[in-house]
Every structure is written in C-alpha cells, then in structure tokens.
C-alpha cells in the first residue's frame, strides 16, 4: 500500500524559513521523480519544484527560484523541500506527489499524492 504523507507546514513571518517533508512508503521510490505543488484559496494548483529519482535533476518555478530548495534522500523514503525568504504569497497547501514519468509532474498528472500541508505566511 503506497502512502505520501507531508509535514513540517505552518504559520511563518514574512521573510523567515520553513522545511516541508515528504515520506512516501510502499514505493521504490529512487525509481520516482517526485515534486511539491501548492494550493491557494480561489487559485489553481500549480507545480513548485521537482526532482528526479535520483536527485542529481530539479526544476523550479520561476516564483521560487533562489528561495526555494528540493532534495531527497531516498535512503529514507523522504523527499524535502526547504523554504527561505518566504513571502505572504506563498500561502498555500502544499501537496507533495511522486510519478515515474518525468512530465507527469510538470503537467500535474502524477500517479501518487499526499493530502497536503498547510503553509501561512504573514505579513
């Protein structure tokens, strides 16, 4: 049974850092890209980084580029994602999601899913 679990959201002041987790158990999961997305209310989800099962690969979007950093440690089964210099548009549910296929998770079409993370920045 595949599970994806995320962790590490919540209510940060503008300018300051969170890290964001990712378990997902029941996949040999350096055979997955995996990527974070994001939620805001009244907006549509949209891709914010990924990288490939390996980790030597990782895309951003151009929003979080220099701010943002995705890594994994497939050793155990987690993937990352390190928030700096966070901003109030940054505020959002953050979904994390693992596919074999590379373009599955820039379209969004990954075949696994977590439930998501809550992230509030503040002004």
């Known amino acids: 049974q595949v599970q994806v679990v995320e962790s590490g959201g919540g209510l940060v002041q503008a300018g300051g850092s969170l890290r964001l987790s990712c378990v997902a158990s029941?996949?040999?999961?350096?055979?997955?890209?995996m990527g974070w997305f994001r939620q805001a209310p009244g907006k549509e989800r949209e891709i914010v980084a990924r990288i490939s099962g390996s980790g030597s690969g990782t895309s951003y979007a151009d929003s979080v580029q220099g701010r943002f950093t995705i890594s994994r440690d497939n050793a155990k089964n987690t993937m990352y994602l390190q928030m700096n210099s966070l901003k109030p548009e940054d505020t959002a549910v953050y979904y994390c999601a693992a596919d074999q296929i590379w373009d599955r998770l820039r379209t969004g079409m990954a075949g696994y899913w977590g439930q998501g993370t809550q992230v509030t920045v503040s002004s």
């Open positions: 029941g996949l040999t999961l350096r055979r997955y890209a």
